[in-house]
T-cell receptor, first 112, second 111 residues
């Protein structure tokens, strides 16, 4: 039973560029959430997708956007990258009706 | 979701039980207590969750007080691989699946 998979594992970008991160949910899950974890801090909620729509959003600017595909996989897009966007980006999947969230091992984004 | 309070750090000898406390005095009746852990440079790993009854799985046991204002995660025989940051999170059931991570407890298992 495959868990949550994320790609790429590491990424280096320059300020002002755009980045796309990808996530495949755990088998049987229909909901994907994205979190940002800065160094030394706990993960912060970005947004949640279900049925290809953004259902909830945390306190993140519009530069952060996402998409969910009919197979439940998801992408996180960040435009106009800032140095402060350097972080570990985590994807979590779950069932929309409830139950635990399961996380991938994240994508480490470094903005130079 | 209710705020949780955990000690910032704890040590435990290898092979002994690790008991990690969590205070959630403002938890509401429909909120579950979830425990996750995060080993350095990995994503958070789900451990266990419960509502009001004690729960046990292959990883740990969860003891919730009768008034539900606090809980304890028990790792029965800690190993060096259990060294991690442990997060206790109160979360309602249903579609609102936004986890709010606090500072957690850094558990260090000593040889």
């Amino acid at each position: 039973d495959a868990g949550v998979t994320q790609s790429p594992t590491h990424l280096i970008k320059t300020r002002g560029q755009q980045v796309t991160l990808r996530c495949s949910p755990k088998s049987g899950h229909d909901t994907v959430s994205w979190y940002q974890q800065a160094l030394g801090q706990g993960p912060q909620f970005i947004f949640q997708y279900y049925e290809e729509e953004e259902r909830q959003r945390g306190n993140f600017p519009d530069r952060f956007s996402g998409h969910q595909y009919p197979n439940y996989s998801s992408e996180l897009n960040v435009n106009a990258l800032l140095l402060g966007d350097s972080a570990l980006y985590l994807c979590a999947s779950s069932l929309y009706g409830g139950g635990p969230l399961h996380f991938g091992n994240g994508t480490r984004l470094t903005v130079t | 979701d209710a705020k949780t309070t955990q000690p910032p750090s704890m040590d435990c000898a290898e092979g002994r039980a690790a008991n990690l406390p969590c205070n959630h005095s403002t938890i509401s009746g429909n909120e579950y207590v979830y425990w996750y852990r995060q080993i350095h440079s990995q994503g958070p790993q789900y451990i266990i969750h419960g509502l009001k009854n004690n729960e046990t799985n292959e990883m740990a046991s969860l003891i919730i007080t009768e008034d539900r204002k606090s809980s304890t995660l028990i790792l029965p025989h800690a190993t060096l691989r259990d060294t991690a940051v442990y997060y206790c999170i109160a979360l309602g059931w249903g579609s609102a699946r936004q986890l709010t991570f606090g500072s957690g407890t850094q558990l260090t298992v000593l040889p």
